[in-house]
């Protein structure tokens, strides 16, 4: 059972906050500062989430995010929206207080992501696709000073939509929605590559950024590359949400293809295909001293998709 948000269900929460407050910081990037205000007790939940999660509630132990940190995932067995799911979660408790917390938390990351993704889809008069859903607030953080390269940063540049399956049918990325619950770290900024520009963003405590996944449907024009600094002190604490829409189209080129190939030798082919569209290369976009190169290199599905 799918445990995500179908949008159009859920988005009656907020139809009378279409007036929220946010910054544009970038076209199409925007961060909302006033949805948590209680930003510090989410703060002191997750610091507290090695003895609270545990599998049998809604979040599931923290687990390795390859070597950049560590990530919390929901349990996919029941559907936490519902209010009779709640109630039984409470029942067979083993330990009210954290149980309380752990349900405090979910529903705060949820309405607050719901709030701030329903209003950017209204102010940019997004017009979703059918089957669109959000998915469930999943907690991570960063491991203090990874160093994924020489720059200085733990994250690669990449679209969180997957360029180079494109075509492909399935959930698809759509927009991105990443919180910040604190900001007692040094380092840890989000960095854009939009239109061969560089847009650096340290979050504050209770910030929610929305920016598009990337996918060619919106905005249409320009893919939204993103990295991540490293966290030189501290511990960052994130997290992520994504609009996403379920397709069928190219069903039938794909169902194809696995007749041709073979269903696993074609999987296989396919991602084969897909590698390096998502990501794009330090050497192919920074210079020496971490500065933008003029001339950036783009795989050429890239070109083609994005007309650049």
């Known amino acids: 059972m799918s445990t995500d948000m179908s949008f159009k269900e859920q988005s009656f929460l907020n139809s009378h906050f279409f007036n929220l407050q946010f910054e544009e910081i970038y076209e199409n990037i925007f961060v909302y500062h006033d949805l948590l205000p209680d930003n510090a007790l989410l703060h002191d939940i997750l610091i507290e989430s090695e003895d609270i999660f545990s ?7 923290w687990t390795d995010w390859y070597t950049i940190g560590k990530i919390c ?4 067995l029941s559907n936490f929206y519902d209010k009779k799911t709640f109630e039984d979660i409470y029942k067979k408790s083993h330990d009210v207080n954290k149980t309380v917390k752990e349900l405090y938390l979910f529903r705060r990351l949820s309405e607050s992501t719901l709030l701030a993704v329903d209003n950017y889809i209204k102010h940019k008069g997004i017009n979703l696709p059918e089957k669109s859903f959000i998915t469930q607030p999943n907690p991570a953080k960063y491991n203090e000073n990874f160093h994924n390269n020489k720059f200085g940063y733990s994250m690669n540049f990449h679209t969180d939509y997957q360029i180079g399956e494109w075509w492909w049918p399935g959930d ?17 900024e989000i960095v854009f590559i939009v239109d061969n520009k560089m847009i ?5 405590a209770g910030d929610i950024i929305v920016f598009p996944s990337g996918n060619p449907l919106y905005p249409g024009n320009k893919p939204y590359y993103h990295g991540v600094k490293v966290v030189e002190k ?14 069928d189209e190219n069903l039938d080129i794909w169902l194809q293809k696995e007749e041709e190939y073979g269903k696993e030798q074609w999987l296989q082919l ?3 295909q897909a590698k390096h569209a998502t990501t794009l290369l330090y050497q192919s976009v920074v210079n020496e001293d971490g500065t933008l190169k003029n001339e950036i290199e783009y795989s050429d599905l890239v070109k083609q998709l994005y007309k650049i």
């Open 55 to 61: 599998g049998e509630l809604i979040y599931n132990k």
């Open 73 to 76: 995932s929901t349990n996919p």
């Open 172 to 188: 698809k990325f759509l927009l991105t929605s990443t919180t910040y619950v604190n900001d007692n770290y040094d380092g840890g």
């Open 200 to 204: 650096e963003y340290k979050p504050t």
């Open 234 to 247: 501290g511990v960052k604490f994130l997290v992520r949400n994504y609009l996403k829409y379920n397709t």
């Open 270 to 272: 396919a991602m084969d």
